[in-house]
């Protein structure tokens, strides 16, 4: 069955970086597109990165641009999410997300995805 594991979570401190990963198996995401979304305690899931199918357009929440960056390796069926100078607001379950909607740009709603991982905690401390 399709399965969507994320790794690369912990604590780390204010300031640091970190890399999340997600591994899709069960079937090819080569023409999927990538999601992360991230859910803080008494909190909404909010989107936070996107990545087309090609890898060519990418889309950031304006709380992390400039900070993380999005990438995939379609090789490896897996998405990438690159975190640089953390902070405390950050903290929170990050869920990665595939989408078969189509389309050229992947979208930022919870609801454009099909497929969702269980989801990897990150703790920033101050």
């Known amino acids: 069955q399709v399965q969507l594991v994320e790794s690369g979570g912990g604590l780390v401190q204010a300031g640091g970086s970190m890399r999340l990963s997600c591994a899709g198996s069960g079937r090819s995401f080569s023409r999927y597109h990538w999601g992360w979304f991230r859910q803080a305690p008494g909190k909404e899931r909010e989107f936070v990165a996107a990545?087309?199918?090609?890898?060519?357009?990418?889309y950031y929440a304006d709380s992390v641009k400039g900070r993380f960056t999005i990438s995939r390796d379609n090789a490896k069926n897996t998405v990438y999410l690159k975190m640089n100078s953390l902070k405390a607001e950050d903290t929170a379950v990050y869920y990665c997300?595939?989408?078969?909607?189509?389309?050229?740009?992947?979208?930022?709603?919870?609801?454009?995805?099909?497929?969702w991982g269980q989801g990897t905690q990150v703790t920033v401390s101050s």
């Open positions: 997300a595939a989408s078969d909607s189509g389309g050229y740009r992947a979208g930022h709603r919870p609801s454009d995805y099909n497929y």
């Open positions: 990545i087309n199918w090609s890898g060519g357009s990418t």
